[in-house]
């Protein structure tokens, strides 16, 4: 007796989705840099790019990289404050120092340079004036631990019905003053204590911006006047 086919059956094949690759974007700067090498071999999708600020971009979150020796002289020759101005474009955003189990960040003694104290000020300036976080790694394969932890970490959902606060009147003008270059929340109130309202402060001559910014008010100046 011939066996009858059974033409129904199929064996099934399952086609296996593979999961896609968090990405991390790098400054090619830093391509000669051994995290890029650590991200790739921890399974991250790496793409180098020419980044105007910061040096890593994971989820949208801007960081900024210094080993210890890099942010002292940048802290010295002040390019980190620009550093940290231009970070401020980035809503999160992250300041790591890199190496601290490798040389120390301040020493008390008299022959390292530069007073402990001004390391220590400096380190409060970036957490209070420039609202960023400092992570201290040990190395850069700490380093490179810490972006693959957060490339993989997963954003709450807000709820809907969340409440935004809305700010006073005051506060909106204080906002759109703090929005120009150089200037901080106590400069913002200066100016407008000053001219009183946003029309009078765009309608100031140079010299009456001088009052308050002094060598500022150039800049601030020829913001105002500048064509779009």
Known sequence: MTPLLDIFSKKKTYIRQEKPKEKVIID????????ASELVASGLDVEFKE????????KGIAIERKTISDFISSMINKRLLNQLEELKQYE??????????????????KDSGINPNAIRGFLLSILLKYKVPIIFTKNYQDTAKFILV?????????????????????ERLQFIV???????????????????????????????????LGKKAKILFELINSKY
């Open 28 to 35: 090619y700067r830093e391509r000669n840099c051994l995290i």
């Open 51 to 58: 980044l105007k600020v910061a040096d890593y971009i994971v």
């Open 92 to 109: 999160n955003r992250l300041l790591i120092i890199e190496g601290i189990s490798e040389q120390e960040l301040y020493s008390d003694s």
């Open 150 to 170: 957060l490339s993989r970490k997963k954003e709450k959902e807000m709820p809907l019905n969340i409440s935004k606060k809305s700010l006073s009147k005051k």
């Open 178 to 212: 703090e929005g120009f270059p150089g200037i901080g929340p106590k400069t913002a109130k200066k100016l407008l204590k000053k001219f009183k309202t946003l029309k009078e402060l765009f309608n100031a001559s140079e010299s009456d911006l001088h009052e308050v």
